[in-house]
Each structure stands twice: as structure tokens, then as C-alpha cells.
């Protein structure tokens, strides 16, 4: 457990993107930072136009993977960086925290959408030399700099799958909980708390259009608060447990098998169906909700088919070996699986 939280710089509405360049800029010489490496995804090119450094601008490739990863850090070590600064989505975020943790020098994420609570998190997903995601042990930053004039120009889709990260986390603790029960874990007051926290941020509007609520300055800030007190949730128990259970299991079989097929936070609220039934909850409802949340409530919406859905419930246990989830305790097998499927979608 630890208290190192990543500061949170917040820059409200009504400013222009040029002022929020000069902000983040004026900000980071505060800090300390006078040579950082920029990291930056499409959208961060404007933001980025205001940190000054010696060092030359980086954009990741979209097939970014652990090699490149490691030659970042390389490069950043090398040329005397004093931080990696990035700009971007999730992928941009996460390659920058494990680049940074390989060069042994500070990391500042600067999110310019909010698509997953690792914007604070200690971990980063990135592939490995088949393609295939893996979470890592990487850093958590040193400050996190929220920009809403960013965020405005952000995609719904994007909010959604931020959205659909935090629906996780009530199944998640409930996750952490059973493996606790079984003596296989040990559940942590602050990171807890923190976790329910971060949902409940955002509870109060889950029956609202999000198309809408992505226009809504005050929603973001909910939406960013829950993603960074999510994050700060894995930081104090040190590792994932507070806000990955069953549900990130299906998300991480379905892009073993399959590649993904739609942001993170969307595959996990889908694997939340899961959780439920499993928990049996009020699934109908639970489906009802993603359907007016826009995210995927039958394998269908995401390209997959009853064969493909069995394959996904056998394989999701073995993607995180030693984490105890629902699915574990259910220990399926392929009538299980079949049966279950049936039950959530009928034979549709």
C-alpha cells in the first residue's frame, strides 16, 4: 500500500485549447520539468504546442508494442529526459508509464479522452510480440492533467467506455470479496472505499443520454474524478484487485481470441453480463442499462456468436492466472458455458 498519488491539475470550461497549452506548459515548469520527452497521440498535438524542451516530439505507431515500448524508455534515458510527458488516449497513456518505469524517470499523463481508469493507475496495457494485450507492472504518474476544452472535442464513444470501466467495479469488489472469503486474497479498507467511491461518482447519471452528457463540462469532471479515484484504488492496495475482477477476464479473453472489438471500458461492461449471472443479479436490467448507455449487450454487437462465446468463458480464467473472480469459482465447462449463454441471450 502507498500514499504516492499523482497530483491533479484540472483546467475548467471556457478556455480555449491555446490557453490550455499555455496552462499545461506554465504547469509542468512549476513542476520542475524542464526536458521532458512528449509522448503524444493525435489529439495532444495542440496541448503538447506548450511544453517547452530540447527533445524532439515522439507519436507512438498504432502497432506500439513492448519492443517499442522499450526503446522509448532507451530513448528517453539517453537523451537526459528529466520526465515522459503524454498526451493521448489509453494506449498512449500506458506505453508512457512503462517507458518511463524502464528509464527510471517520472511520468505526467495528460489524457485527452476518457476512455479507462488506468489514466492514474499503476499498471499499462500493452502488447506483446503476438499482438497480444498484457497488463504490466508500470509506474503510476507523478501528475495528472485534466483539460475540459479537451475533453469537450472528445468522442461519446470514448465517454461511454469510460463509463463502462467503472460499471466494473461493483463487480469487481464483489470479485475481491469472494476471493477474500476463500482466503485467497486480502481486501484493503482504503482501496475499497475508494473504488465504490469512483462508481458512485458517476451512478447518479447512468439512465441519462450520454451523447448529451458528453457535452456536459460537469459531467466530465465526475467522469475524470471517478477514472483518477479508480486509479488511485489500485495504487493503495498495490495492485489491480479494486477495480479488475471477472468482467476485465472477459475483456482480455475476448482480445486473446478474437483482437479487440471496441475500446476497453466497452468490453468490460460487457463482461459485467457475465458477472451478473453469475452473482444472480437482475440481468435483464443490467443489459437494459448498457442498451441506453450505448454499450454492447449481446455478443452479436460485437461480432461474436454462441461458439465464440463458449470459447471466451473457458479461456478468461487462464488470461490472469493467481486472480480469483466469479468465473473461477463458477469453474465452467462447455455445457456450463452453454447453458449460461443461453440463459443471458436464449438461443439467439
Known sequence: MTDEFPRVFLLGAGHSEAEAA????????????????????IHGELLAAGIETRLDHVTPPPDADQEWTSGLGSTARRSGADAIVALGGGRCLDVAKLAAARAGIPVVCVPTQLSHDGICSPVAVVPDETNRRRSLGAISPRAVFISIPTLLISSGDAVRAGVGDLLAN????????????????????????????SYDLIAGDLDDDISELAKDPG???????????????????????????????????IDDLYGARCMHGAQVAFGCIISSALYELDVP????????????????????????????????????????????????????????????????
Open 22 to 41: 499555455r496552462w499545461l506548459g506554465r504547469n509542468l515548469r512549476e513542476l520542475g520539468l524542464g526536458a521532458p520527452l512528449v509522448l503524444r497521440g
Open 219 to 253: 459531467f466530465l469532471v465526475r467522469l475524470a474524478d471517478g477514472l483518477i479515484m479508480s486509479g488511485r484504488a489500485m495504487i493503495s492496495a498495490g495492485n489491480s484487485r479494486p477495480a479488475s475482477g471477472g468482467e476485465h477476464e472477459i475483456s482480455h479473453a
Open 285 to 348: 436490467a443490467f443489459r437494459k442499462r448498457l442498451e441506453r448507455l450505448g454499450l454492447p449487450n449481446h455478443p452479436g454487437e460485437l461480432g461474436l456468436g454462441s461458439d465464440d462465446m463458449v470459447a471466451v468463458l473457458l479461456g478468461a480464467p487462464d488470461t490472469r492466472p493467481g486472480r480469483f473472480t466469479v468465473l473461477e469459482d463458477a469453474d465452467l465447462d462447455e455445457n456450463m458455458a452453454r447453458s449460461l449463454i443461453k440463459r443471458i441471450w436464449g438461443d439467439g
Open 170 to 197: 461493483p463487480f469487481a469488489l464483489r470479485d475481491w470479496a469472494l476471493a477474500s472469503g476463500r482466503g485467497l486474497a486480502a481486501t484493503e479498507e482504503r482501496s475499497w472505499e475508494l473504488s465504490r467511491g
